[in-house]
T-cell receptor, first 114, second 113 residues
Framework: DVKVTQSSRYLVKRTGEKVFLECVQD?????MFWYRQDPGLGLRLIYF???????EKGDIPEGYSVSREKKERFSLILESASTNQTSMYLC?????????????FGDGTRLSIL | DQQVKQNSPSLSVQEGRISILNCDYT??????FLWYKKYPAEGPTFLIS?????DKNEDGRFTVFLNKSAKHLSLHIVPSQPGDSAVYFC????????????FGQGTRLTINP
């Protein structure tokens, strides 16, 4: 069974802080993803990675960066947090090299920026 | 530019009846479609998928139908149970690279006893 673990369920930070969200998967998946979920907007892709040290921008990368130093870990970084980054953040992973594989999600981090 | 749309924000169905959730897409290059179910305070859980070479896929009470000419897919749940109450997201991807998903806005399904 795939396990995707996000380090915090709830997080409260202040504007201007640098924020790190961590995600670890235990299934040796090549692909990892960061989304944010907002009411009425569904899930929107921020960044993804298809290999260690590789990263690509998703649909809404502004204000974010990512790091993938190890295959199992994918970090999302808010360089200078702003109130419009208050959201639910979801990490996912999927098997690479094999087509039509579902993504498996963690339970999310609800981030509040004050 | 919403490439995947779920036009019904909410749906209410009687227990035991059929629930039908709908999803439309605009990109004819999408070739893999998925449905996810999400409870509050949990991550989305993969439910069922279908590739573009098929028009129907079943898994127990859940069936997904794909109409490529209409760029439309639907999820049927029969019979509906109270535990099915959740938000349902449809998603689509292209068969290339990391197969990133494009999600719809979600439909909140409520099953009434």
């Amino acid at each position: 069974d795939v396990k995707v673990t996000q380090s915090s369920r709830y997080l409260v930070k202040r504007t201007g802080e640098k924020v790190f969200l961590e995600c670890v998967q235990d299934m040796d998946h090549e692909n990892m993803f960061w989304y944010r979920q907002d009411p009425g907007l569904g899930l929107r892709l921020i960044y993804f990675s298809y290999d260690v040290k590789m990263k690509e921008k998703g649909d809404i990368p502004e204000g974010y960066s990512v790091s993938r130093e190890k295959k199992e870990r994918f970090s999302l970084i808010l360089e200078s947090a702003s109130t419009n980054q208050t959201s639910m953040y979801l990490c996912a992973s999927s098997l690479g090299q094999v087509p039509n594989q579902p993504q498996h999600f963690g339970d999310g981090t609800r981030l509040s920026i004050l | 530019d919403q490439q995947v749309k779920q036009n019904s924000p909410s749906l209410s169905v009687q227990e035991g009846r059929i629930s039908i959730l709908n999803c439309d897409y605009t990109n004819s290059m999408f070739d893999y479609f998925l449905w996810y179910k999400k409870y509050p305070a949990e991550g989305p859980t993969f439910l069922i998928s279908i590739s573009s070479i098929k028009d129907k896929n079943e898994d127990g009470r859940f069936t997904v139908f794909l109409n490529k000419s209409a760029k439309h897919l639907s999820l049927h749940i029969v019979p509906s149970q109270p535990g099915d109450s959740a938000v349902y997201f449809c998603a689509a991807s292209l068969r290339q690279g990391a197969q990133k998903l494009v999600f719809g806005q979600g439909t909140r399904l409520t099953i009434n006893p």
